[in-house]
T-cell receptor, first 110, second 117 residues
Framework: LAKTTQPISMDSYEGQEVNITCSHN???????ITWYQQFPSQGPRFIIQ???TKVTNEVASLFIPADRKSSTLSLPRVSLSDTAVYYC???????????FGKGTKLSVIP | NAGVMQNPRHLVRRRGQEARLRCSPM?????VYWYRQLPEEGLKFMVY????????ESGMPKERFSAEFPKEGPSILRIQQVVRGDSAAYFC???????????????FGDGTRLSIL
């Protein structure tokens, strides 16, 4: 399983764009990159998943450079309700053992 | 996290008692996974089940812990003779098929917070 490194915490003001970068230098050819969001006292919630280039949905965008050794989750115009822990996961799509690190604790400030 | 239902949300047990945690997967999902989360830590995989079968229990402690997913009813994670170190949040996830890629992520419930007195 590819090891991931992401900042422990980040602060942002409401209305700003937030970019959380995850490093995964030993990502394998078959690995996908998946991001989950977890609020206090709740389970992780799937945000977005990608393999290369750019993926966008109604919640976020995921940017993956050509070498795929890192990825950036972009949250547009964050609000207080985006305060949560964000996890970057890397793994083979056939793998069912999700490996969660400590994640990035995002605090959105009014 | 609507869809995967876990109960109870909070469970308090005394040392030596048994804890039973229940999980009903999302409709149409036949694969269930259990994870454990300690405070300030990420989730750790415990076990993967399909109906009436344990596929992978490599993350389960060798003693006192067991899991099942019967043909009818919810999946059960059972902890016998609980100890203080079992205090954690236990999350269940489900998916329509195995794997996490290609648009089939695992969907999580809101967990059961187990406290051991």
């Amino acid at each position: 399983l590819a090891k991931t490194t992401q900042p422990i915490s980040m602060d942002s003001y409401e209305g700003q764009e937030v970019n959380i970068t995850c490093s995964h230098n030993n990502i394998a050819t078959n690995d996908y990159i998946t991001w989950y969001q977890q609020f206090p006292s709740q389970g992780p919630r799937f945000i977005i998943q990608g393999y290369k280039t750019k993926v966008t949905n109604e919640v976020a965008s995921l940017f993956i450079p050509a070498d795929r050794k890192s990825s950036t989750l972009s949250l547009p115009r964050v609000s207080l309700s985006d305060t949560a822990v964000y996890y970057c996961l890397v793994g083979d799509p056939g793998s069912y053992q999700l490996t969660f690190g400590k994640g990035t604790k995002l605090s959105v400030i009014p | 996290n609507a869809g995967v239902m876990q109960n109870p949300r909070h469970l308090v047990r005394r040392r030596g008692q048994e804890a039973r945690l229940r999980c009903s997967p999302m409709k149409g999902h036949s694969h269930v996974y259990w994870y454990r989360q300690l405070p300030e830590e990420g989730l750790k995989f415990m076990v993967y089940l399909q109906k009436e079968n344990i596929i992978d229990e490599s993350g389960m402690p060798k003693e006192r812990f067991s899991a099942e997913f019967p043909k009818e009813g919810p999946s059960i994670l059972r902890i016998q003779q609980v100890v203080r170190g079992d205090s954690a949040a236990y999350f269940c996830a489900s998916s329509p098929a195995s794997g996490t890629g290609d648009g089939q992520p695992q969907h999580f419930g809101d967990g059961t917070r187990l406290s051991i007195l």
